[in-house]
């Protein structure tokens, strides 16, 4: 089985290096990386003109944007399995082999999905759950991660393209939830996706500081949430239990100090409402 890698990068070159480090050094070498380059400049060229024959590398432009740019690359790609790292991400050695030797096994299943860890071994970027098993409608919010997604390309056959609607760079208010709306549509499409929290790729424990920054990325991202909720038609219930969490941790926050804490939480509040009542 042959991996198509589509990675979307903008503003990073140091990180993008060490992911291609980590790819140079997988013991599984049937890939090929599509690099879609979101930069108005050409620091990139020299970085992947010294990987050039290591593996087939393709090259490509594209405007802003996480899930136009993935489209961009999906419309080249040539493998059997379907994965979208991060630039600031890096693999472990033995990953596309463990993921290989995952589809090899299970040829019902059409997706593997795992987490997000630092260097340190402790998850970062999401609350996951701590048992494996399949990926429902539900609980697709705590078993996926962009970058940890592995998928068949009968997947993409069904479900095509990322809404470019959602994600960084699309240009509207609904900053995330492009790659759970992406399971979700392949779950209904009758893919059966499976998570393993023992699967996982290294990324960079985020630096929170709570400023403006901060609490608008934490609005974009809400209003992604949200949004995708809405698409779905998730009931109510669902929705209120995923209101009521930033809630309770901005009353916490407020009740311990911790205002700027509050304040995230909040934004993070205003921002699932926002998406969910939008149009």
Known sequence: MKFSLVLATIERTTELKRFLDSLDAQTYRD?????????????????????????????????????????IGLRRISGDLLCFPDDDCWYPPELLAQVAAFFGRFPQYDGYT?????????????????????????????RAISFAIFLRVSVFRSVEYFDESLGVGSGTRYGSAEETDYLIRAIQQGHALYYDPALFVFHPDPQLQYNQKLFQRGFLYGCGMGRAFKKHHYPLWFVAYNLARPFGGALLSLFRGNFQKSRFHWALLHGRLTGWLSK
């Open 31 to 71: 890939f090929e990386l599509i690099v879609v380059d979101q930069n108005l400049d050409d620091r990139l060229t020299p970085i992947l003109a010294s990987y050039a024959g290591r593996w087939p590398l393709l090259h490509l432009r594209s405007p802003k944007g996480l899930s136009r740019a993935r489209n």
């Open 114 to 142: 795992g987490r997000a860890v630092n260097e340190s071994g402790i998850a970062v970027g999401g609350r996951y759950d701590k048992q494996p098993g399949d990926i429902s409608f539900y609980n697709a919010w705590n």
